[in-house]
């Protein structure tokens, strides 16, 4: 009984701190410290988890250093008293020169030698916790990009309140901005999107005209109606409640690559038509922002992407930079031109730079999900 | 062997025992003995986490990264000044209080939770109480082979722990004004060693720039491994390479607080005076 107590508690044990990490297939690395030495046992090792035994032999107080190139610190102990042997685990995960230093009277820049980490590139943390790292990384985007899109949304409404018309129309292009980069994420929560975001084309589907469409009708053609302040008010109201969903929803990989996916049909059905902001042609903010958002989801997966297909990252970041340069020749002030001002040509050619990301950032989803 | 383990005993200590000498004398004095569980409460805390968390570290193969490690170590320190500073001004208001003779409104002035006193002695001790028992497994480890750095580091705790207590029985007996002033200025040092020291740590782990960028080393005039340096380092917090973040945060703080703290406010009597 006592026997089986006593498992139990030594399972509870190993549990509890985590799978012990394998200290190289040789063992630990005896390190030899002295006022005046610094004897590494072995000057090599393979990538994952290197132990050293750091022994002090010496009068002086020392500390031992792990360093990667321009003395990034990988490791260090310190207090090593004289007497005194300590342990340094250090994680290497890539392959690489690397100096190893003890610093007697812990001073100067120590006793260096080299140390050569050989192999493949390793992280003891697997696949699964670099994914979950990136949608905590893109969730972290989501929320200051929903909080923005609230703090605007509540300016534009309160200027279309005040029947501030051309404060407004200024304010519009900016509080879109902060919704058309977290679109897709928004677009979870079915019946709000078209609530904010829908056409006048939504009557054809039995659903009332309101949202940012119907205040930019107002602004733009037909002057502030007498129902604009509700109208107004009421988009204020799904805008927070899409903000609270947005932070609390939970992404999966998948879906952030698909959502990277998304944002450029967006641009290539909404944007390049023009059909979106078709009273005040702010299209290319919106335009811009979806790019933004792409942009974002890639940049969060990119270490899952970058272990898995290397070529990919380089062709999508070529072709993000691409589409930048392109839009940048039509800023005008603080944002963009009008999406009137661009001749034929223009679009075209903004619609050729959408479509050449496209296709390698479809392979994105491809490279998460394998 | 003995000396120099002996020093980081000394060090590593000094200035736990510093802060919680200074916070038991004001409760003794301002005859708030009854607080004085809490400040045990903080630091059995403290040490039972920081000796439990020291034995898996040391004979389990449980490690955190060398960046965890760093960001916990700074993170602890930032929020130790933070807790640190509050205490310094909780002083002074009851300084305030007691030299205008207010003696029946002392408590409303003290009126701090319980739950600070754990958590101002909590920090003190936790702050570097894991690295202290990390060193303290190894000494013990090495104990096969050589007593000598467990015995001086052992005889560095216990020399920290009496130069606190001297501290304490000195201050007992300032008078009260004396007291707060004195100490409150030297905690007020002490604590900007401590946010410096927790910006070196954000700097070696890289998560702040700076860590070679010097402001000064005296690695070679005033050596950490010296009984002068190791003292200074147990109280200040002084470090032998300063970089240029550190030493300006340090004297950011200490240009912002101490004056805040040094002057005092004018008193109600003076404006009745006036009219």
């Not at chain 1, 006793?111 to 943390?125: M, N, Y």
């Not at chain 1, 990384?137 to 005040?162: C, G, I, M, P």
């Not at chain 2, 400040?39 to 449980?62: D, E, M």
Request: charged residues 20%; contains cysteine.
């Amino acid at each position: 009984m006592s026997k089986r107590i006593l498992g139990l508690g030594l399972l509870l044990l190993a549990a509890a701190c985590g799978t012990p990490s394998q200290a190289g297939a040789d063992g630990p690395i005896a390190v030899e410290a002295t006022d005046d030495a610094c004897k590494v046992a072995r000057t090599s090792a393979n990538t994952g988890t290197v132990t050293f035994e750091v022994t002090n032999k010496g009068t002086k107080v020392t500390e031992f250093y792990l360093f990667a190139a321009g003395d990034r610190i990988l490791g260090e102990v310190e207090n090593i008293g004289p007497g005194l042997t300590r342990r340094l685990i250090v994680e290497v995960t890539e392959a690489g020169e690397l100096e190893t230093a003890c610093k007697p009277g812990m001073k100067g820049d120590g006793i260096r030698g080299k140390f050569t980490v050989t192999g493949e590139g390793k992280k003891s943390t697997d696949g699964d916790a670099k994914l979950a790292e990136a949608t905590k990384s893109y969730q972290r985007w989501v929320n200051s990009q929903a909080d923005s899109l609230l703090a605007k949304t509540t300016e534009f409404v309160d200027a279309v309140k005040a029947g501030k018309v051309e404060d407004a129309k200024a304010l519009f292009p900016v509080a879109r901005t902060y919704w058309e980069r977290i679109e897709p994420v928004a677009e979870s929560f079915g019946d709000l999107d078209p609530k904010i975001d829908g056409r006048e084309d939504v009557i054809q589907e039995g659903l009332e005209f309101t949202g940012f469409h119907r205040l930019e009708k107002d602004l733009w053609v037909t002057g502030p109606q007498a129902d604009t302040p509700a109208i107004a008010d009421r988009l204020l109201t799904d805008v927070k409640d899409i903000v609270t969903q947005a932070k609390a929803v939970e992404l999966t990989p998948l879906q952030l690559a698909n959502g990277a996916k998304e944002l450029l049909d967006e641009v290539a059905t909404g944007k390049i038509t023009g059909e979106e902001d078709r009273y005040s042609h702010t299209d290319l903010w919106d335009f811009r922002a979806n790019v933004d958002g792409s942009q974002a989801a890639v940049a969060a997966l990119r270490p899952v992407i970058e272990e898995k297909d290397k070529a990919l990252v380089a062709t999508v970041d070529e072709k993000f930079k691409a589409l930048d340069a392109l839009l940048e020749t039509h800023r005008k002030g603080d944002g963009f031109k009008s999406y009137t001002e661009l001749s034929e040509a223009e679009v075209k050619a903004l619609a050729a730079a959408v479509d050449a990301l496209g296709e390698p950032i479809s392979k994105v989803a491809e490279a998460v999900a394998k | 062997m003995l000396l120099s383990n002996g020093l980081i005993g000394l060090r590593e200590g000094l200035e736990a025992a510093l802060v919680v000498s200074i916070l038991v004398a004001f409760l003794v004095k301002t005859d708030r003995r009854s607080v004085l569980p809490f400040v045990w409460l903080g630091v059995g805390i403290a040490v039972v986490l920081s000796v439990t968390a020291g034995a898996v570290i040391t004979f389990t193969a449980a490690t955190m990264t060398f960046e965890q490690q760093e960001a916990f170590g700074g993170a602890m320190s930032i929020l130790a000044v933070a807790f640190v500073t509050g205490m310094i001004f909780w002083m002074r208001s009851t300084a305030r209080t007691i030299s205008a003779h207010l003696r029946g409104k002392l408590d409303d002035a003290i009126k701090v939770g319980p739950f600070a006193v754990v958590v101002v002695s909590f920090l003190a001790v936790g702050r570097e109480g894991l690295e202290t028992a990390v060193f303290f497994y190894s000494s013990v480890q090495s104990a096969g082979t050589t007593t000598q750095p467990l015995i001086g580091f052992l005889l560095g705790l216990a020399v920290a722990v009496a130069l606190a207590f001297l501290l304490y029985r000195g201050a007992i007996r300032f008078d009260l004004g004396k007291f707060f002033t004195w100490t409150g200025a030297l905690l007020v040092f002490v604590a900007a060693g401590v946010l410096a020291y927790g910006l070196h740590d954000l700097q070696e782990a890289a998560i702040l720039p700076g860590l070679n960028t010097l402001a000064f080393d005296l690695s070679d005039t005033l050596p950490e491994d010296s009984w002068y340096g190791a003292l200074l380092k147990g109280i200040f917090n002084y470090s032998q390479r300063t970089s240029v973040l550190q030493a300006v945060a340090w004297c950011a703080y200490v240009a912002v607080v101490l004056p805040l703290f040094l002057i005092r406010p004018r008193t109600r009597a003076r404006v009745a005076a006036n009219h």
